[in-house]
C-alpha cells in the first residue's frame, strides 16, 4: 500500500494509507440495510442518462479525504452525458463498460444497502473526457445508481443514494484493483436535479437553481502534461489546498451565501462571473489551478480581458468553462489571437436526469 503524507499547517503532518482493494470488499452501507425496503425488480429495462459537470470549487478541503467525502462545493450540470440502461435478472451480474470495476463496487454496494439478492444486467456509457474536470466517474455512478435503484422499485431517495455514492466513490488503480477517491456531491447533485447546485459538508444538497439558460457553455482545455488523477491529486488536494483554506473557507462561504446564491435567483450572468472569478483565486481553488503552472491563469486572464462574462477551471482542471452569449463562430474569431482552441460546445442542463424504461 502506498503511504501518502499530509500536510495541513506548520504542525499538521500526518501520513495516510492509501490502500488499494478489489471491487465489493470494502463496503460502507451506511446502515440503510436496517431500514424497511420493499424491493419491486422490474421485467423491463431502465434508461438514465445523466449531465456531466462543472466543478467550480471546494468550500474547504480539511473536511474530506479519500475515505471521508465532503468539504462542501458549487457546480452545474452541462450537456454532455453519460448513459446507463439497467435490468433486473435472476442472481448474474453483467456489467458492458470499459471500467467495470467501478461499476462492479457499487453494484456490491447497493445491493447489500437495499438486501437485494438477486443480479443485473448493466450497459454503461460516458462522455469519454476522462481526468480533465468533466466528472465522467461520479456521472456514470449517479447514472448506474439511479437505474439500479428505479429497476427496483425506487427503494432508495435521491439524497440516500448521493450519500452511498459519496461514501464508496473510487477510482481505477493501474493493477486493476480500486482505491477511494475524493467526493463532495456535487457532480450526483447536480446530475440528479441540474441547474448550479451548492453543497454543504457531508453532501448535503443546500441549495440548486437553474442558471444560464440560452447562453452557451464552451470548454476549453489548455495543452498541460501535468497529471489531475491519482497520487498527484491527492499531493495537490491534501497538502498546499489544505492550507489555503484554512485561510480562506470564511471568504469563500461568505461569497456563495451572501452573493452567488442572490446572484443566481437574478439570473446576472456577469455578477456570477465576477464571484466565481475571485475565488479562483481564494483557497484551494488557487491551488488547483497553480497546479497546472501559471499559464491557466494567463489563459483565464485574457479570456476575461476579452469581455466574456464567466470564466472558471473544472474540479482540478485543466479544463475551463465558459459561459456567455457568444455563440461559437464569435468564440472561435475571438479565440484565434489569444491562441486558444474550444474543445466543445455546449450548454448548461437545468433538466437534470432523465429516466426512461422500455422493454
Known amino acids: 500500500m502506498t503511504v501518502r503524507k499530509i500536510r495541513g499547517g506548520d504542525l499538521d503532518l500526518v501520513e495516510y494509507e492509501f490502500r488499494t482493494f478489489s471491487p465489493g470488499e470494502v ?6 440495510e436496517r431500514l424497511p425496503h420493499v424491493l419491486k425488480p422490474g421485467t423491463g429495462t431502465v434508461m438514465v442518462r445523466a449531465p456531466a459537470r462543472i466543478h ?9 479525504a479519500p475515505d471521508h467525502p465532503g468539504g462542501g462545493g458549487v457546480g452545474f450540470a452541462i450537456q454532455c452525458y453519460c448513459t446507463a440502461e439497467v435490468s433486473c435478472t435472476e442472481e448474474k451480474i453483467e456489467i458492458d463498460y470499459g471500467r467495470a470495476p467501478l461499476i462492479r463496487n457499487f453494484v456490491e454496494v447497493f445491493r447489500r ?7 443485473f444486467s448493466i450497459r454503461a456509457r460516458d462522455h469519454q473526457r476522462q481526468h480533465v474536470g468533466l466528472g465522467s466517474t461520479s456521472t456514470v455512478m449517479i447514472a448506474v445508481a439511479t437505474a439500479m435503484n428505479v429497476a427496483l422499485g425506487a427503494p432508495l431517495t ?13 477510482e481505477e488503480t493501474a493493477d486493476g484493483h480500486i482505491a477511494f477517491g475524493f467526493e463532495t456531491g456535487v457532480g450526483p447533485a447536480v446530475s440528479t436535479h441540474g441547474g448550479m447546485a451548492i453543497m454543504g459538508d457531508e453532501l448535503s444538497l443546500v441549495f440548486h437553481h437553474p442558471f444560464a439558460e440560452g447562453k452557451f457553455v464552451h470548454i476549453l482545455i ?23 483554506d484554512y485561510r480562506d473557507r470564511e471568504l469563500k462561504a461568505y461569497l456563495l ?26 483557497g484551494s481553488k488557487r491551488a ?10 494567463h489563459y483565464m486572464s485574457m479570456l476575461r480581458e476579452a469581455g466574456l462574462e464567466f470564466v ?23 479565440l484565434r489571437p489569444l491562441g486558444l482552441t474550444i474543445a466543445f460546445t455546449t450548454a448548461v442542463d437545468n433538466t437534470g436526469m432523465i429516466i426512461t424504461t422500455g422493454p
Open 288 to 297: 488547483e489551478v497553480e497546479h497546472h503552472s501559471y499559464r491557466i491563469y
Open 222 to 244: 489548455p495543452p498541460t502534461d501535468i497529471s489531475s488523477a491519482g497520487t498527484k491529486e491527492f499531493d495537490l488536494l491534501m497538502n498546499k489546498a489544505r492550507t489555503l
Open 312 to 334: 472558471g477551471m473544472s474540479s482540478v482542471g485543466p479544463s475551463i468553462a465558459v459561459v456567455t452569449e457568444k455563440n461559437h463562430a464569435e468564440m472561435e474569431n475571438l
Open 113 to 119: 444497502a437495499v438486501g437485494y439478492t438477486g443480479g
Open 56 to 64: 467550480l470549487t471546494v468550500l474547504d478541503m480539511n473536511r474530506f
Open 27 to 32: 463496503v460502507y452501507t451506511l446502515g440503510f
Open 158 to 170: 435521491n439524497t440516500q443514494l448521493r450519500k452511498l455514492i459519496g461514501h464508496n466513490y473510487v
Open 257 to 282: 451565501l451572501m452573493d452567488l446564491i442572490p446572484a443566481l435567483e437574478d439570473n446576472d450572468l456577469k455578477r456570477i462571473g465576477d464571484i466565481i472569478w475571485e475565488i479562483e483565486f481564494r
